[in-house]
């Protein structure tokens, strides 16, 4: 398996026996149950000549920030102690998650990468203590989740910064540098993606608005036509002519 630089997700590794591979070019011997998050840009291959085996999966997100809440960091091999299984069984159930697209597989995977980085952070030694800024990601991430599965709730400013404990002027400076938007544009990327879902599952246009927390219709379809440049009623009609050529 090889890996040239120019790739834009980062991907995860974790080996099963020894093996010589190289990072950026410079060979590493990595032990049985080894870890790594490769960062995008960053070269792989192995150089040994016999089998192995692994596990891998590609990733998004801003991985830095959330493995640094676990004293992580990508592009470091670490060697977490007696979790194989428990890694491996992660990693199958955010595939299938993934490509199962259940009503909350988005929350789902959120919550598994942060399993998974627990399991390898309280498996290795001299793990880093907690910073103030560390703990403040924690709440930001914690906070996101809760979002992400109940966009339709209040979730101005205010509001925020009052669960996470800072002013508002802060929020919107680190919300941006976690999750490159604000957090009024994320909320409505949230309710757009809840819609969908809610679509999928037979809600009409009207019972998705509710449920998404909007008062007027109009402005539910207005912005998810600008988020998905078509309207609700097209992303319908398109989802049943997909689903009728699937069957």
Not at 80 to 96: D, H, M, R, V
Not at 135 to 142: A, G, V
Not at 223 to 245: A, D, N, V
Request: with cysteine.
């Amino acid at each position: 398996m090889t890996r040239a630089r120019g790739n834009t997700e980062y991907m995860l590794l974790h080996f099963y026996n020894a093996l010589d591979i190289s990072i950026n070019q410079k060979p590493v011997h990595v032990l049985p149950n080894a870890v790594i998050v490769l960062s995008p840009q960053t070269a792989y291959a192995h150089l040994s000549a016999e089998s192995y085996r692994l596990d891998w999966m590609c990733m998004v997100g801003n991985l830095p920030e959330t493995m640094r809440v676990y004293g992580l960091a990508p592009d470091i091999l670490y060697q977490p102690a007696n979790s194989a299984g428990k890694i491996t069984g992660i990693i199958e159930n955010l595939e299938f998650e993934f490509y199962a697209r259940h009503f909350w597989w988005y929350r789902y995977v959120d919550i598994k990468v942060e399993e998974l980085f627990m399991l390898i952070s309280s498996s290795i030694s001299q793990v880093p203590a907690v910073s103030p800024e560390v703990s403040l990601i924690h709440r930001f991430q914690s906070l996101h989740l809760e979002m992400s599965a109940f966009p339709e709730r209040d979730w101005c400013v205010k509001n925020i910064a009052s669960r996470i404990g800072i002013c508002e002027s802060r929020v919107y400076v680190v919300y941006r540098s976690l999750y490159g938007t604000s957090p009024a544009q994320d909320i409505i990327s949230m309710c757009i993606e809840k819609a969908k879902t809610l679509f999928k599952q037979g809600f009409s246009i009207s019972e998705t608005s509710e449920c998404c927390g909007y008062n007027n219709v109009s402005h539910f379809i207005r912005q998810f036509r600008q988020q998905e440049g078509l309207s609700p009623l097209k992303y319908i009609q398109f989802r049943r002519q997909e689903e009728g050529t699937r069957q």
